[in-house]
């Protein structure tokens, strides 16, 4: 997201350093600035961008044309464009003055957005108006920018250490909390295999509970419990590797969003 080409089109260059500014300590380097209509255009054809940051009231031709000319270019109508303005008043009063509203009435309650709607083509990625505030403006960039790719890259992640939570979290049986860390896991499988072997347990053997409470077990009951726990294991990863299949499988953003990665991991009461 933040190696995308930005292309500012605004005519206060008070403005453009301040987006810039949030852009750059946002990790985004590729940022470029033109400032009035014309040149805009021209840094479009020139640049190509990823992302347009548009003002609304320049000089030469307005960021309304600006923006109804890239959209009716079929070369330049799929880029993301945020539409910034802090003329709202001034939007409404137009409006008002070419009797879009015909029903008589006044626009003043009527968001701005709602009223820029009726002098452009179509809808912008978004809109935010000025003063920018900098956590909003950034959540619009990334909500535009984000990619099904980055969106799947960080479920694959949270699906891990959500796995290995679990994992670490320790297990439950007769109402003991066990631990599940590796060496306890080891030394269980390791004291199975010798028991499943024809060995015995030693005389008296007990298993502690996190809270250090010593639970006894005889040797079916000890092959139950390993059994048990090496299913739950084998479950949890099991549990994981669906997760990540159907993450991969996915194929839209929306669908990426909604994704909820805590279904179907297995209880862990042995």
Not at 121 to 144: L, Q, Y
Not at 175 to 194: T, V
């Amino acid at each position: 997201m933040a190696t995308t080409r930005v292309l500012i089109i605004d005519d206060e260059k008070e403005n453009v350093r301040y987006l810039s500014t949030i852009l750059e300590e946002n990790g985004f380097t590729d940022i470029h600035s033109a400032f009035d209509g014309e040149e805009g255009l021209d840094k479009v054809r020139e640049l190509s961008p990823g992302l347009i940051l548009l003002d609304l009231r320049m000089p030469r031709k307005s960021g309304i044309s600006v923006f109804n000319e890239l959209k009716k270019t079929p070369e330049y109508s799929a880029i993301p464009v945020v539409i910034l303005t802090g003329e709202g008043g001034f939007l409404k009063h137009l409006a008002e003055l070419r009797d879009y509203r015909e029903d008589g009435g006044d626009l003043e309650d009527v968001a701005t957005e709602e009223v820029l709607g009726r002098f452009i083509s179509s809808r912008p990625d978004a809109f935010i108006e000025k003063p920018v505030d900098p956590e909003a403006f950034m959540a619009a960039v990334s909500r535009i920018l984000i990619t099904l790719d980055e969106i799947q890259e960080r479920l694959y992640g949270e699906v891990e250490a959500y796995r290995d939570q679990r994992l670490s979290g320790g297990f439950s049986y007769k109402d003991g909390l066990f631990e599940s860390d590796e060496s306890s896991l080891g030394l269980l499988s390791a004291l199975a295999a010798k028991v499943a072997g024809g060995g015995d347990l030693p005389g008296g053997f007990v298993w502690r509970t996190r809270d250090n409470r010593e639970v006894a077990m005889d040797r079916e009951e000890f092959l139950a419990f390993q059994g048990g726990l090496t299913d739950w294991v084998y479950e949890t990863w099991r549990a994981a590797w669906k997760h990540l299949s159907a993450i991969g499988s996915l194929g839209s953003i929306e669908d990426a969003q909604g994704y909820d990665i805590r279904e179907g991991w297995p209880d862990n009461r042995l």
